[in-house]
């Protein structure tokens, strides 16, 4: 079984800094098949990335993914107010797992 | 509009059998691999697995194997999750989700119920 480890577990910066948020895999995984999401508090996941560089609909161009084999990432050009969040990268393809989650927070 | 729409919140109590639904607009649903997540209190997301309603197949992820059933009526367009005897580790919230491309089950997940918070206590 594939496992995703995130890292770092919390990352605190100030709105307009730039944010970048690590997923490792513990086996190389097809970048077509990696995703990330963010959630909210109260709220369900929301797709974000898909296919490792592919950003889903309607999401705003400051976020973009990159990566292959067993290093993923994702970054956040220039943090807005409501990119504040927690962060999961996703393996999807046969038996799907998530990493354990990155939260981005206020300084 | 394009959406998954789950049962409201339940509380039960251990050994209680419970089935929750997930109803999704017909373009939502037809065609397309519906999944399950939980997420315990304060924790993270873990996929349970998937199923297609169109013909009932499913996948189950090997720590949800046995423990839970996925069931699917494709005429009222809606995903079942049921427990036959729920413990205290079972609360939890229960999101539904559906895959990106219709017919893959290979595959990101674009659109979430609002998510079903079960709480099992005596």
Redesign the interface.
């Known amino acids: 079984e594939i496992v995703l480890t995130q890292s770092p577990g919390t990352l605190s910066l100030s709105p307009g800094e730039r944010a970048t948020l690590s997923c490792r895999a513990s086996q190389s995984v097809s970048s077509s098949y990696l995703a990330w999401y963010q959630q909210k508090p109260g709220q369900a996941p929301r797709l974000l990335i898909y296919g490792a560089s592919s950003r889903a609909t309607g999401i705003p161009d400051r976020f973009s993914g990159s990566g292959s084999g067993t290093d993923f990432t994702l970054t956040i050009s220039r943090l807005e107010p409501e990119d504040f969040a927690v962060y999961y990268c996703q393996r999807y393809g046969g038996s799907q797992t998530f990493g354990q989650g990155t939260k981005v927070e206020i300084k | 509009e394009v959406q998954l729409v789950q049962s409201g919140a339940e509380v039960k109590k251990p050994g209680e059998s419970l089935k929750i639904s997930c109803k999704g607009s017909r373009n939502a649903f037809t065609s397309y691999w519906i ?1 399950w ?1 939980r997420q315990m209190p304060g924790k ?4 349970m697995g998937i199923i297609y309603p169109d013909d009932s197949d499913t ?1 189950y ?2 720590s949800f194997q046995g423990q839970v059933t996925f069931s699917a009526d494709k005429s009222i367009t809606t995903a079942y999750l049921q427990w036959s005897s729920l413990k205290a580790s079972d609360t939890a919230m229960y ?1 539904c ?1 559906r895959h ?1 491309v219709p017919g893959t089950d ?5 659109i ?4 079903t918070m079960v709480t099992v206590s005596s």
């Open positions: 999944g997540v993270g997301l873990e996929w996948r992820s090997p999101y989700a990106t290979h595959d990101a997940f674009d979430w119920g609002q998510g």
